[in-house]
């Protein structure tokens, strides 16, 4: 029971801080919560069907399948990201002065709900399917206490992002925008970076080399912090040269398309 | 448009050029009752190998190393090739995710 409330645990707080970010940043836009629950349940239904399809899935590209989808999901979700965040760079301030003067939720469109409704699908799509593999497993293996230890995985990591949500708005709505956007833009870089773990593993792209650096003795990507800072920020402690180089490019495209976007609305808007 | 898509295919075929190498040398490694036997695997230092893992249970396993990096659902009776490296010499420990108590390996890197 606790092997799988332990290993559930680890792979809902993946997306439960991710869907705890996303939560977030959409704070105050009047319909995210449908848009949000849509994200979820389409993620779960997803993660069923790649589960089931996983067979296929790994046959795929030559035995490279498995990895070629994770990085095409991880890329998808960083495209999203970085679309959301160049709309919030022009919009987030709008939307902040309107959420203060009003003093409650506001309609922007749906754009940036859509957006952020699919990468909550990705994510327990990702998550939900290494779930559902592990849980057929353990029922074909015999296993007892299935359902309490899923049960008591998903509760521990669901409260874990709700932590995560319940701190995040509670920064002031003055800087909301602009801290959220950054913490987006971190989380993207780091799924680009895992993206690119995936493709080197299947050898369909250079490491650049070996481990560039150890901080595993200082802190693990085992280790519960780890690998929330892992989510969060994209924390590796042994990362490759091309880990990096996708980390900091995307860091760098989705920081600079973001002032850039915001600038040229904002001279719009006074011409 | 199409001068930016022609960077774009060399840059990749650049990147993926880099990763061709002809013959690695390719390790054997087999989950049997949730355990991995061999449970050590001597290697390399500072070249990229394959490991090949077959997994003969009857159920899906996740190989896993955080200390190189690596991840990969294994469904029963399947094998799964894993790039690993280039690593420098040390112990790096794998694991069966989903048998974590029972699967686990260690990778011995040597100049």
Redesign the interface.
């Given at each position: 029971m606790l092997a799988v409330a332990l290993l559930v645990f680890r792979e809902v707080l993946e997306a439960a801080l991710i869907v705890g970010v996303v939560g977030a940043a959409t704070r105050g836009v009047s319909g995210r919560g449908r848009w949000l629950s849509f994200g979820l349940v389409a993620g779960l239904a997803g993660a069923l069907l790649v589960a089931w399809g996983a067979g296929a899935i790994a046959d795929a590209f030559e035995g490279s399948g498995q990895e070629i989808f994770n990085a095409a999901v991880l890329l998808a979700a960083v495209l999203m990201i970085g679309w959301h965040v160049v709309w919030m760079s022009v919009h987030g301030r709008d939307l902040a002065q309107r959420m203060r003067a009003v003093g409650h939720a506001v309609h922007t469109g749906t754009r940036p709900l859509y957006l952020l409704a699919v990468v909550v699908a990705l994510a327990v799509l990702r998550e939900g399917s290494e779930v559902a593999l592990f849980l057929y497993g353990m029922a074909a293996g015999g296993a007892h206490g299935i359902a309490t230890g899923l049960l008591l995985g998903l509760a521990s990591g669901t409260i874990l992002g709700l932590v995560l949500y319940a701190g995040l708005v509670r920064i002031p709505m003055k800087r909301f925008f602009a801290l959220t956007n950054g913490l987006l833009i971190l989380l993207a870089s780091g799924l680009a970076a895992s993206a690119a773990r995936y493709l080197a593993q299947a050898n369909l792209l250079s490491t650049g080399g070996g481990a560039l650096w150890d901080t595993s003795w200082l802190l693990s990507d085992g280790s519960l912090l780890g690998q929330t800072l892992h989510v969060l920020v994209g924390y590796q402690a042994r990362p490759t040269a091309m880990m990096l180089a996708f980390y900091v490019v995307t860091a760098v495209a989705l920081a600079v398309s973001a002032h850039h976007v915001a600038r040229r609305a904002a001279r719009a808007s006074t011409a | 448009m199409p001068r930016t898509i022609r960077y774009a295919f060399l840059l990749c075929t650049l990147?993926?050029g880099?990763?061709?190498?002809g013959d690695l040398p390719t390790y054997e490694l087999n989950i049997q009752n949730h355990r991995f036997t061999p449970e050590k695997i001597v290697i390399p230092a500072?070249r990229?190998v394959?490991l090949v893992v077959h997994n003969r249970d009857?159920?899906?396993?996740?190989f896993e190393s955080?200390?190189?990096?690596?991840?990969?659902?294994?469904?029963?009776g399947?094998k799964?090739?894993?790039?690993v490296?280039?690593?420098?010499a040390g112990r790096y420990r794998f694991f069966g995710?989903?048998?974590?108590?029972s699967a686990q390996g260690v990778l011995i890197v040597e100049e």
């Open positions: - | 990147l993926a880099s990763a061709m190498a500072g990229k394959l009857a159920t899906p396993e996740e955080n200390d190189f990096n690596r991840e990969k659902v294994i469904l029963g399947q799964a090739r894993i790039y490296g280039p690593l420098d995710e989903f048998h974590a108590d």
